[in-house]
Nanobody, 128 residues
């Protein structure tokens, strides 16, 4: 069973930066982490979950429009880790951020139901 653990959330003022990390474990043999689509979703209070950024097995990257130019996703397969560097944070970025993973999903999507593996979430709060 794949397990994902996020870290790095916190409270920052508008314009600040945070770096989220997600460490995965339990990848089954034959399906190493390098074959997984990895990504980040977020959920703000009173809203549904939305995709923020994804990176697939060949490092193709997709960003939600509102974070383009501010957020950067990266992965280190050797360390089973995916990161989300968030710069120039805005109050509207306030949300619970979730790491996601799915095997053999190509291209990666922003569809919630496409992902079987979710972390527990890490809170990001941006004050104005």
């Amino acid at each position: 069973q794949v397990q994902l653990a996020e870290s790095g959330g916190g409270s920052v003022p508008s314009g600040g930066s945070l770096r989220l990390s997600c460490v995965g474990s339990g990848y089954p043999s034959g399906y190493p982490v390098s074959t997984y689509c990895m990504g980040w979703f977020r959920q703000a209070p009173g809203k549904g979950r939305e995709g923020v950024a994804t990176i697939d097995w060949n490092d193709s990257i997709k960003y939600e429009d509102s974070v383009k130019g501010r957020f950067t996703i990266s992965r280190d397969n050797g360390k089973n880790t995916v990161h989300l560097q968030m710069n120039n944070l805005k109050p509207e970025d306030t949300a619970m951020y979730y790491c996601v993973a799915e095997a053999s999903l190509f291209p990666c999507s922003f569809v919630v139901n496409d992902y079987n593996y979710w972390g527990q979430g890490t809170q990001v709060t941006v004050s104005s």
